[in-house]
DNA sequence: GTCTATAATCGGATAGAC
DNA sequence: GTCTATCCGATTATAGAC
């Protein structure tokens, strides 16, 4: 059976998820875990504490699922193209939560935020040779990432913008060797 | 001297970038703007009443910004990715509060943005003939938006992407006619 | 490790004076 | 059109039993 910390993690990306920050309370949290409010604060002392361990727990998973698409088969451009346009994978559904903590005052969300992509820079800089291409794959995958914060889901569309880039970026490969 | 709403507003849009939702208290705002709460709730009588008059003004204010685009001198295309990558341009602004809005019960933020993005998309397949290409534009722009929000401007960087998205359709154009 | 009870504070909203 | 005073509910956090 998991861990109680990681249930309460689990809750509180939950609500974040379908209420945004201000439907994350100490309560609500530990009601969705199946614990009471005494239990939570047994596990992360504070609110500061909870949201501190989700962010933890993001840069954990995302810098997992980065290396993870080194071996993927369809390429990292393609993989992280297609995990950003996924809002039910498990390493979305924690980036999407963490953009609707973004402003807190209780912890440096952006910071996390910042990491996390930076390190997903580097991994598409080590397929994508030329700095400016990596860049823009990595901007059109956060810009999948911002409709999928919102809902904006144009999944067929999406797909051929996706292998669109894909094909850029083998061309452009192509021509550097 | 402008009006006490419009000042709300924007001491409400000032606190958002700043602190989040949970910084924009009606004390919070009211503080900022130069009034008293009951003030406030003269012109918004209520939190979701002034959430949705941000919202109302941010619409208006991002269709004219999109409408202007279409006589810049360097283009639809240009001109968005401009407007994205500029967190102190007085639309993106607004859309970078409201996403920090998004997620809070009182108004459907996402539908606003949606809206808002839609209405940017119309504007840019008037000038990008293949839809395929005018979703890649949208979502470069919005990528640097979500950058934006986080904070991660590589200002010279980004705007060799943007010159190469503006190359990219340029070719595209000359070769459809 | 989890619970209940309670303290202390804060936020949204109303009423009525000026 | 703006202010002060006040009420009420919600939320964070503590204390201490089990």
């Known amino acids: 059976m998991k861990p109680t910390r990681e249930v309460l993690l689990d809750a509180l990306e939950t609500l974040l998820l379908d209420g945004g920050s ?8 530990a009601a969705a875990a199946g614990v009471s409010k005494g239990g939570l604060l047994y596990h992360f002392g504070s609110k500061e504490a909870l949201y501190q361990g989700f962010l933890d727990r993001l840069l954990v998973e995302s810098k997992a699922e980065a ?11 393609a993989a992280y193209l297609d995990v950003s346009s996924v809002a039910e994978d498990p390493s979305t559904r924690s980036v999407l939560a963490a953009l609707r903590l973004a402003g807190v005052q209780e912890v440096d969300v952006e910071a996390a935020l910042v990491e996390s992509f930076e390190y997903w820079y580097e991994v598409i800089s080590r397929r994508v040779t030329d700095p400016v291409l990596a860049r823009l794959v990595q901007l059109v995958g956060d810009g999948l990432y911002l409709h999928a914060l919102i809902g904006t889901a144009t999944r067929e569309q999406d797909d051929e913008v996706v292998a669109r880039v894909v094909a850029l970026v083998a061309e452009h490969e192509r021509d550097a060797a």
Chains 1, 2 share one sequence.
């Open 67 to 77: 290396d993870g698409t080194l071996a993927a088969p369809e390429g990292v451009v």
């Open 22 to 29: 201000s439907a994350a309370t100490l309560e609500a949290v």
